[in-house]
């Protein structure tokens, strides 16, 4: 696809600028300034993917205020905007994908993957748009996952919300132990284990156990 003299001069300004990104603050200023010039954007979403492409945390870059409820809606790991966007990248075969006023593409390997998603775009040239942000994903992918985590609130608050209890419920089960087996470790009935999880999964949004270590390790909950 040919771009225009003014996309390349934006895309180039772009590149170099992200070569220069070594903080947090170095990636919001240029997310709203080289990349914003180049696909202009109300929120630029930010995920890491397990590997089987649930997301594992995400962050939205913005300049506008945004309420809790809103960041909420978007970052929601498993009904959110982030989540549903995801699974309709995966569905169509992981390419750059535009849904609606949205601009989504990623990168997954076996170990799990990446995604970046552009909200509420002008109206423009889909496929064009599709084609900058795959020529600008390896820089997105470099610079966000090299940055500091950022965790979203609410995942970030099930570290302080899970109980010692549910913790230690949570490493045995990582470790591969049936609910009777962790039960067993602890003293405790194989009912009272499934009800720990079934709080964890409700502090961490996820729906299985599978999902919970994944989560789990990745918030740094659970410590062999």
Known sequence: ML????????????IVG??????RSDFFLWSQGPLQALLPHAILVCAQ????????????WHSAVLGHAELMEINDPC???????ARAW????????????DLVHGNMTAGGGS??????????????????????LPYLQLHWLA??????????????????????VLRWVSMGKSNEEVGQILGISGWTVKSHL????????????????????ALQLIRR
């Open 147 to 168: 940055l500091p985590e950022s965790r979203h609130p609410a995942l970030a608050g099930a570290a302080r919300a899970a109980s010692p209890r549910e913790l230690e």
């Open 90 to 101: 995966r569905a169509a075969g992981q390419r750059a994908l535009a849904v609606d006023q």
């Open 18 to 23: 992200a070569h220069g990104i070594a903080a």
């Open 79 to 85: 009904h959110g905007t982030v989540a549903r966007l």
């Open 115 to 136: 995604l970046f998603a552009l909200l509420a775009m002008p109206a423009a040239d889909a496929a064009g748009q599709a084609y900058l942000l795959e020529l600008l």
């Open 49 to 60: 993917l397990g590997s089987d492409g649930t997301v594992l945390r995400s962050e939205a």
């Open 3 to 14: 771009l225009t003299a003014r996309e390349q001069e934006y895309l180039l300004h772009a």
């Open 198 to 217: 079934q709080r964890i999964y409700k502090l961490l949004g996820v729906s299985n156990r599978t999902q919970a270590v994944t989560r789990g390790m």
